[in-house]
């Protein structure tokens, strides 16, 4: 995918964030603005690094560094990208990408019926094993803060 491409894609799902966010969180798009472009920014500078840098790491990867990088209190700038990525509601961020994939799944319908039942039984052990995980974790924190 080109890197044209792709920023068209960011600006899609940075649009319909914004309404999301308007409609969910209540935060006016003209505070968001700000964020979701911070965000964009930072998505395609991943989004580069990944093509230019001969290592074979996926954008992703970049996208988390950097993102770690600029918010680091301390970094020039950093209060700022703070401030303007807290008005974009988490939430809202998801929803667009979450119907991409269903998108994308339900296109691959064909393959997904190839692999048969046995995807529903690896499905359920994974949403369970993640489930029991997430809870033996909650239940340890929770215990060493004192808050159960």
Excluded at 120 to 146: D, M
Aim: net charge positive; glycine share 10%.
């Amino acid at each position: 995918m080109k890197i044209r491409e792709v920023l068209a894609v960011l600006i899609i799902i940075g649009i319909i964030t914004l309404v999301g966010n308007f409609v969910g969180a209540n935060i006016p798009m003209i505070d968001a603005i700000p964020g979701m472009i911070f965000l964009i920014a930072i998505s395609i500078l991943g989004v580069i690094f990944a093509k230019v840098i001969p290592v074979r790491i996926p954008a992703v990867a970049y996208i988390v560094t950097i993102g770690c990088i600029v918010t680091i209190p301390g970094f020039p700038g950093a209060t700022i990208f703070n401030a303007w990525a807290q008005k974009v509601n988490f939430l809202a961020l998801t929803t667009p990408i979450l119907a991409y994939a269903g998108i994308s799944i339900g296109k691959d319908l064909g393959v997904l019926k190839k692999t048969g039942w046995r995807i529903l039984i690896v499905s359920f052990v994974v949403f369970i094993g993640t489930y029991i995980g997430s809870t033996i974790i909650a239940q340890i924190v929770l215990k060493l803060i004192g808050e159960i």
